[in-house]
């Protein structure tokens, strides 16, 4: 069988946050910043006109993804222990454990995951990708799709789709 994909590797697909990772025994980073370089393959069926999508019409909307996390402290709204509660003054007031935490709440992302992963992260980007690339283009039939977020060289959190097709 044959298979069609893009592969987009741009230096300004990219986002820097702070965040700390809760670990499994319940202890946790100290709260740190990364600069997190985002990849992202869309396998699919071969157009007519020999593309699977346009590079053109892809890359804007990787970056506005991207650029929606750049520059704030990102945390995880869904994990069981960690509370958060924006009050009425402007900031936000993060709780884990014996730690607190207030920032300015337009600084402060609260995202639908249970941990600041990397691949939690990938996967968060992943499915707003898909769900763009179809606002945006409808019956586009992506088969795969892969979002590589790396937080380091040599250190990435990888998500992936794959259509029943």
Known sequence: MEQWSILVEKEY????????????????????????????????RLSEFGLVIDFKMVKP?????????????????EHGELAYRHRDDGHTEVVYRDCRYLAPTSEVIVLPI???S??????WLGRNLRERLT????????????V????????SGVYTFSSDE
């Open 13 to 44: 697909l990219k986002f820097s946050c702070a965040h700390f990772l809760i670990f499994p025994d319940g202890s946790k980073e100290r709260l740190h910043g990364h600069n997190y370089q985002v990849t992202c393959e869309v396998d699919g």
């Open 61 to 77: 909307i990787i970056k506005r993804l991207c650029d929606e996390l750049d520059e704030h402290w990102l945390v995880p709204g």
């Open 114 to 116: 249970n941990n600041t």
């Open 118 to 123: 990397a691949e939690n992260f990938a996967a």
């Open 135 to 146: 606002a945006a283009f409808g019956a586009l039939s992506v088969r795969r799709l892969r």
């Open 148 to 155: 590589t977020v790396c937080e380091t060289v040599g250190q």
